[in-house]
């Protein structure tokens, strides 16, 4: 069973903190993606990466910051937590010869 | 840039028939895409489509129209588990795979 999977379903931080997100999948996909999701906003890209040490900004990059050092694992940093960033994170990576995108459960993210 | 809309929320009956509607303007297109979301549980793949017309899949069905920029999705035969949000993603040109996603419809099947 093809999977993604995020290291952790719920974490609660304070402000200032710094803050790693993992994401490890088990596909071989060259391409993955962090999104965040906030209730009316819809899913929004914040990085993606389309190989081993490649990165791109997405629409949000502001405050945060990504690691891809090896192929199967795309971490999301936050390098100082602040309140508005209390949100839920998806990590996703994307099979190109479907085009599908296969989602991990998902981080909720708590900043106090 | 690209521009996707949906209905925030729409209600129905079980065992009723639902059409959730996306229209987009994108600078190109590469496809477009229907997820569906439980509550806090991750987005799950419905359907992706390229070509204008109707793709059956089940109790889900989904539509194109590239000229009018709009799809929708439909679900027969209603179910209480069907009460989830539904996600239309699309797919712009350039060769970029990165789809941006509308807002969500948030459907809610009640007895």
């Known amino acids: 069973d093809v999977k993604v999977t995020q290291s952790s379903r719920y974490l609660v931080k304070r402000t200032g903190e710094k803050v790693f997100l993992e994401c490890v999948q088990d596909m071989d996909h060259e391409n993955m993606f962090w999104y965040r999701q906030d209730p009316g906003l819809g899913l929004r890209l914040i990085y993606f990466?389309?190989?081993?040490?490649?990165?791109e900004k997405g629409d949000i990059p502001e405050g945060y910051s990504v690691s891809r050092e090896k192929k199967e694992r795309f971490s999301l940093i936050l390098e100082s937590a602040s309140t508005n960033q209390t949100s839920m994170y998806l990590c996703?990576?994307?099979?190109?010869?479907?085009?599908?995108?296969?989602f991990g459960e998902g981080s909720r993210l708590t900043v106090l | 840039g690209q521009n996707i809309d949906q209905p925030t929320e729409m209600t129905a009956t079980e065992g009723a028939i639902v059409q959730i509607n996306c229209t987009y303007q994108t600078s190109g297109f590469n496809g477009l895409f229907w997820y569906q979301q439980h509550a806090g549980e991750a987005p799950t793949f419905l359907s992706y489509n390229v070509l204008d017309g109707l793709e059956e899949k089940g109790r889900f069905s989904s539509f194109l129209s590239r000229s009018k920029g709009y799809s929708y999705l439909l679900l027969k035969e209603l179910q209480m588990k069907d009460s989830a949000s539904y996600l239309c993603?699309?797919?712009?040109?350039?060769?970029?795979?990165?789809?941006?996603f509308g807002r969500g419809t948030s459907l809610i099947v009640h007895p």
């Open positions: 990466s389309y190989d081993v040490k490649m990165k």
């Open positions: 993603a699309v797919r712009g040109a350039g060769g970029s795979y990165i789809p941006t």
């Open positions: 996703a990576s994307l099979s190109v010869n479907t085009g599908e995108l296969f």
